[in-house]
Structure formats: C-alpha cells, structure tokens
C-alpha cells in the first residue's frame, strides 16, 4: 500500500508539497512496522508463557503417574514426536535458573534426544527424554547441565506415559545416592538397590527379589547357598571351597554362573553388595516353612 501511495504522488499533490507528503507515507509505514513487530514479539512471549506452563503441567502429571486424555491432549499440543527410549534424570537445579539456561539445557537435550521436557520444582531439576539415541553419552553430557551433586536417571520406559516409573526410580535413587559417596555421576537408579532398600523403597525391594533372588533359586545347582556362603566367609574362594566340602573351581564356576543368571558379579566388590543386598530381601520374603508336627510317642500298656 505505501509503494501505490508513493508512485501516485506526484497524481495527488503539487510538486511544492511532494516531498513532505513522501515523507509523511515514509514516518507512517515507520510506525505501522514498528507497531507489528511489537505485536508479533508479544505473541511469541504469550505462546512462549504458554508453553512453559503447559509443559510444567505435563512434567507434573508425569511424575504423579497420571494417565488420562487430558494429559495425552497437553502432550499432542505441545509436538511431542518421540515413540520410544523414555527415561527421566533428576538432580539438583541452580540456584537461580534463568530462562536462557533452560533454553540452553534443551537446546543440549535436543542434540542426544528427539524430545525433551524441562521441569524445575524447588531446588530439584527434572529432565523427561524420549528417543535418546546414545544413552551413556547423553547422560553424561546432560548431568554437567545440573547443579553440583548426584545425578540419577532411571530405567528406560516404553512410552511417555509409563515414564513415571522411570521418575519414580531415579526420585528414589537421588533420596538414596548419598549413601554411596563414591557413586559415578551420573548413576543408574538401579545401581543404588541396596541403598534404596535401606531408605525404605519397596519397589528396590521387589526389585531385588524379582531379578535377582528368584532367578538365583530357580537356576539351582547350589547358586544361593554357594554365594551366600562365599560372601558371609569374606570372599575367599578357598574357604568357601572348604565349608561346602566343594572344589575350589566348582566355587569359582558357580560364582560364574551366579554373574550370568543375575549380571552381577560377585568377585567386584560393589556389586556383591547388590547380591547380598538380593539375598537379604529374598530371605526376608521368602514365606516360613511349615512347622512339622511332631507325632507323640505311644506308651505301651
């Protein structure tokens, strides 16, 4: 419109007043620019301030384990694509975050993950990834992202809605994580079962008991006698032989076996802990035996 009002200047006006109307058209196409970029900008902040509070509601009803349509809706507006590869990292947030960090925290996300949300509730941050590619990479990567102390993520979740597990895991490790002083950063939730049994998390227990106790038991062969022997006689191959009444390389190719049935090794010290840790709970849970009855003698007349 201001180009046609332009070219029909010298048609509307005497040539003395041409250029104080060029220059009136100029100062008002000025202004109507102006005015839409500040519209556009108040847009894109309103969309932005959307956005956040969508996705701090989302990242909510994630870690309370919600499950609705009205969740699915928020994740749909919000152009979650992944389908896959879901797992949760929690730690400590920055004092004071700024809205260029988490900007930059997912800018980081969006290079080892295809989503990813951001949450921070008081001094805990919240990072939800789906389609990570390069898991151990990634997690690596993002835990510099956090505030100094324990990083824990949780196992991986086959949708975004089963992803409270996963938030479930890891909020339970990071309770759990001071315990063990030496722990990697970051740490798998699951790397923290004994620790999390001891702060009173029953799903560690279960966990436990499931994946470790009862496989043990229904391998047989002596496994669960044979390791909970060798760790109660400080780990000597010997000793364990002589108790068991065994050879020294029959303990050594159970104590294999009990690493293949399981995936911890008894010989490394932190993961026997685990095993042990597996064995106590099993124990515990284990129902009590029937007490047999004992038939009273007959006395003879």
Request: hydrophobic letters at 45%; aromatic letters at 6%.
């Amino acid at each position: 419109m201001v180009e046609v009002v332009e070219d029909q200047v010298p048609v509307i006006a005497p040539e003395a007043d041409q250029p104080s109307l060029r220059e009136a058209v100029l100062r008002y196409s000025r202004e109507v620019a102006f005015a839409a970029a500040d519209v556009y900008a108040r847009a894109a902040e309103s969309r932005g301030s959307w956005d956040t509070r969508l996705e701090a509601l989302i990242v909510d009803a994630i870690l309370r384990g919600e499950n609705t349509d009205a969740l699915r809706s928020r994740i749909a507006a919000l152009g979650w694509k992944a389908q896959e590869r879901f797992t949760v990292m929690v730690g400590n947030s920055p004092s004071e975050p700024s809205a260029s960090y988490v900007s930059e925290l997912r800018r980081m996300a969006g290079r080892y993950a295809e989503d990813a949300l951001v949450g921070i509730q008081g001094d805990r941050l919240i990072l939800i990834l789906g389609g990570v590619q390069d898991r151990e990479t990634a997690y690596i990567k993002l835990s510099d992202m956090f505030a100094p102390g324990p990083v824990v993520y949780g196992p991986e979740a086959g949708s975004l809605l089963e992803a409270s597990g996963s938030a479930q895991s890891a909020f339970a490790g990071l309770t759990a994580a001071k315990a063990w002083p030496s722990a990697p950063r970051p740490v798998a939730a699951d790397d923290l079962l004994p620790e999390r049994v001891i702060s009173g998390d029953d799903a560690a227990r279960r966990s436990l008991v499931k994946n470790i106790y009862r496989p043990l038991l229904a391998a047989s062969n002596g496994l669960v006698e044979t390791l909970g022997t060798y760790l109660e006689l400080g780990h000597s191959l010997e000793a364990t032989a002589r108790e068991l009444f065994v050879h020294a390389n029959t303990v050594r190719y159970r104590l294999k076996r009990v690493c293949d049935v399981t995936g911890w090794d008894p010989l490394l010290p932190r993961e026997a802990f685990v095993l042990q840790a597996a064995l106590v709970v099993g124990r515990l849970s284990a129902p009590p035996k029937a007490a047999t009855e004992r038939q009273p003698s007959r006395t003879q007349p």
